[in-house]
């Protein structure tokens, strides 16, 4: 035998490794592959396709792109499916399987015979799990990102999911649109294959994971039907077979400056709360503890470059035309550490030393110039919130960032449900809404609940913003004034599962607190009981397993040094 390459790589165990390579090579054969191509580098390439995940429903072409890269380059691509995570398909929520799906990556990149890997990703939850199952593998890998949805148009107004579909759902529910027109809506918000149009936790985490160096360069904001998509999948194959042999594995690319990196580009884009979570996780899968007094520091110093929706006017589509990540990380370099290594074999120095691009300044903004002088999120600390909060700034009413109001408090999304909109529930638009039971140790399993609605009689009074509390998410396509990740969560026994409809909470921007104003001796004589463990399955293991949102909400047991049992 020779050495572990290709094929050669991790033999099946049968007592003999000769009768096992002969033996694989014999059923390779059975898939039509000549002599010569089975002794080639092999270029895995992870499929997170799936008829329940429209975002990926391209998937295919690309597919045929990256296989054309391989080849090209000598290698043989074999494609393999893993666990594709559709965010509106999936329930309770997908962020409770994004560590599974991390988990069959890794073991897959590890069980296969592969010397790099291509991986597909795009929708929210698949690109934190392709990197921290890749990480985990330890494998010289690529991520390559599904691309953003096109907008689309009605009644003389651009749209784009998902923004836009809050923004008409709000309408719809102050009853300043009927029931066929919100229909009319809803056909012409999602019209193209690709994750949403909008800097949402798709786009966010493309433009995190090209800021980290684990995608091509200029590859996170081409819109998902441009050809450049194609053209970029078949260098992806090709750059994974550089990879294969090179020693360049992804623990080497994200490193501490990297995902400090990432972070900086974050507060610059107006990103996704939920960045703040995965960036987290990933952090942890190479070893790097993240901290959020950490990312307040930054956001003190990071400007906002970039206004697209959910906060500004413009799409993904409108930040690939003014010139990508690309150019909005050449702004950021003073700020970035450029000896950061990328999968294209370059530093990020190198990259950024390029001839650059013409700039559209009224999408990207000169960083002397920005629209906001400070990152749009901070994370808060306080009674309510020892472990960290986080408030995206940039997408929220300044009115409202130094405030003192009453609890209004739901103690589950079914309780939400049941009486938001009821006529006789006591609100005023200067209490602060409360939801309990919505984080990751609850049974809802941390959803996208964080963007509770206005009350209904509000709304339809006029009201479009107030103060929303919870150990909830919420989604990157979201705004308003909206306080998350409250940690820790009230299933595992924090202080907001503890808060009663008409406590005083005061939450300061400023000061980056979160207090709930009752007192220690108060707040231990309220009654609370963990939810029950459920009895199997994936659900139990996650219970068992998950950690609260200041560690990335990832399993103790995957990370890269386990914390010590509290």
């Excluded at 963990?530 to 009895?535: L, T």
Aim: proline fraction near 7%.
């Amino acid at each position: 035998m020779t050495g572990s390459l290709g094929l050669e790589r991790g033999l099946t165990h049968y007592g003999d490794p000769d009768f096992a390579l002969y033996l694989r090579r014999s059923f390779a054969r059975s898939m039509g592959y000549s002599s010569e191509m089975l002794s080639r580098p092999v270029i895995g390439i992870a499929d997170s396709s799936s008829g329940f995940n429209n975002c990926h429903r391209h998937f295919p072409e690309m597919i045929e792109a990256v296989k054309r890269g391989v080849l090209a380059a000598g290698g043989l691509p074999l494609v393999f499916p893993t666990i594709s995570l559709g965010e509106v398909f999936l329930s309770p929520t997908s962020l409770m399987f994004r560590n599974l799906m991390a988990m069959d990556i890794e073991e897959m990149i590890r069980a296969q015979p592969m010397d790099a890997v291509v991986l597909l990703c795009g929708c929210d939850k698949t690109v934190p799990a392709a990197l921290m199952g890749a990480l985990s593998a330890g494998r010289p890998a690529t991520l390559l990102v599904a691309g953003p949805m096109l907008s689309a148009r009605w009644r003389g107004e651009r749209l784009g999911a998902c923004t836009d579909c809050r923004r008409f759902w709000a309408k719809f529910r102050a009853g300043e649109l009927a029931s066929d027109e919100i229909a009319e809506v809803e056909s012409h918000l999602a019209t193209t294959a690709g994750t949403c149009a909008v800097m949402g936790t798709a786009s966010t985490m493309a433009s995190l994971v090209e800021a980290l160096g684990m995608i091509l360069p200029g590859t996170a904001a081409i819109p998902a039907v441009h050809a450049d998509r194609l053209r970029a999948a078949e260098a992806s194959g090709a750059a994974a077979m550089a990879l294969a042999g090179s020693g360049l594995t992804p623990e080497r690319i994200v490193t501490r400056e990297a995902v400090e990196n990432a972070l900086r580009t974050l507060l610059a884009i107006g990103g996704s709360t939920n960045a703040v979570i995965h960036l987290t996780a990933i952090a942890g899968r190479a070893g790097i503890d993240l901290s959020l007094d950490r990312l307040n520091e930054l956001s003190e110093e990071t400007p906002v470059l970039v206004d697209l929706k959910p906060t500004g006017a413009h799409y993904m589509e409108d930040l690939f035309a003014a010139g990508g990540l690309g150019a909005v990380l050449r702004e950021l370099k003073p700020l970035l550490h450029l000896d950061c290594l990328t999968v294209a074999g370059d530093t990020l120095g190198e990259r950024l030393a390029a001839p650059a691009e013409p700039v559209d300044r009224a999408v990207i903004r000169p960083l002397a110039e920005p629209f906001q002088e400070k990152g749009g999120l901070v994370a808060l600390f306080g009674s309510l919130a020892p472990k960290g909060a986080i408030f995206k700034r940039s997408a929220a009413d300044p009115r409202l960032f130094e405030k003192e109001g009453r609890a209004v408090v739901f103690s589950s999304l079914e309780d939400l449900s049941a009486r938001i909109d009821d006529p006789e529930l006591e609100v005023s638009p200067e209490d602060f809404l409360v939801l309990q039971n919505a984080g990751p140790a609850s049974p809802a399993a941390m959803p996208e609940a964080g963007y509770l609605p206005i009350p209904q009689k509000l709304a339809r009074g006029g009201v479009r913003d107030m103060v929303r509390i919870s150990d909830a998410r919420m989604s990157g396509t979201a705004y308003g004034s909206i306080v998350l990740h409250v940690t820790p969560d009230a299933a595992s026994g924090g202080p907001i599962g503890r808060v009663r409809t008409g406590d005083k909470i005061r939450l300061s921007v400023k000061e980056r607190r979160l207090d709930l104003l009752v007192s220690p001796e108060d707040l231990a004589r309220r009654e609370w009981a963990p939810p029950p463990m459920p009895p199997r399955g994936y659900a139990r293991l996650y219970r068992q397993e998950i950690l609260q949102a200041d560690r990335g909400c990832d399993f103790n047991f995957l990370r890269r040094t386990p914390l010590p049992e509290e």
